[in-house]
């Protein structure tokens, strides 16, 4: 079965500080990758997506990027933090030839 | 400009009472409509979902209604519970190769009373 996961759990950063943020799916090949933003009681905001190695579409123009370095990870970056970037991330993964989409458990950021 | 319209935005009923939560979508090449169920502090799960070749599916207590003409479709919990209580968020994919996002609504916080 497929399981996908993120770290940390949660993460309290000062303004201006660099972000890493990690997302791994298990027992899937060639994933379709997604990372969204919820704000807190918001809706979901997807942030980037990807559908293979080194290949990253952007929705939202922020300070915010994305690199997925091997198959089954997604990373999400900033050099700069502000305090509107916090929130809850959510990583997803999809089959590539289906249309269900899997959420991780979410990683709360916290921009002091 | 939202793409998918979900109402309503909060939503209180009591145990065994059935909770009926609405999406009005415009873009006609949507052709598969999830609805995920949010805890809070937890991803959002994959609930049940519906392609517009059918008005109805059912899983458990939850059905979804699908009206392809009226570009609607809603999410009903029969003899809802107190663990039923979540964010419900409704969403749509446009058909074809090349389309891999999903439109969210807004979602409904749905609490259920004892």
């Known amino acids: 079965s497929q399981t996908i996961h993120q770290w940390p759990a949660t993460l309290v950063q000062p303004v201006g500080s660099p972000l890493s943020l990690e997302c791994t799916v298990e027992g899937t090949s060639n994933p379709n990758l997604y990372w969204y933003r919820q704000a807190a009681g918001r809706g979901l905001q997807l942030l980037f997506y990807?559908?293979?190695?080194?290949?990253i579409s952007s929705e939202v123009p922020q300070n915010l990027s994305a690199s997925r370095p091997q198959d089954r990870q997604f990373i999400l970056s900033s050099k700069k933090l502000l305090l509107s970037d916090s929130g809850f991330y959510l990583c997803a993964w999809a089959p590539g030839t289906t249309y269900e989409q899997y959420f991780g458990p979410g990683t709360r950021l916290t921009v002091t | 400009q939202q793409q998918v319209k979900q109402s309503p935005q909060s939503l209180i009923v009591q145990k065994g009472g059935i909770p009926i939560i609405n999406c009005a979508y415009e873009n006609t090449a949507f052709d598969y409509f999830p609805w995920y169920q949010q805890f809070p502090g937890k991803g959002p799960a994959l609930l049940i979902a519906?392609?517009?070749?059918?008005s109805e599916k059912k899983e458990g207590r939850f059905t979804i209604s699908f009206n392809k003409s009226a570009k609607q479709f809603s999410l009903h919990i029969m003899d809802s519970q107190p663990g039923d209580s979540a964010t419900y968020f409704c969403?749509?994919?446009?058909?074809?190769?090349?389309?891999?996002?999903?439109?969210f609504g807004k979602g409904t916080k749905l609490s259920v009373i004892p």
């Open positions: 519906i392609r517009p070749d059918v």
């Open positions: 969403a749509a994919k446009k058909a074809g190769a090349g389309s891999y996002q999903l439109t």
């Open positions: 990807s559908v293979g190695i080194g290949q």
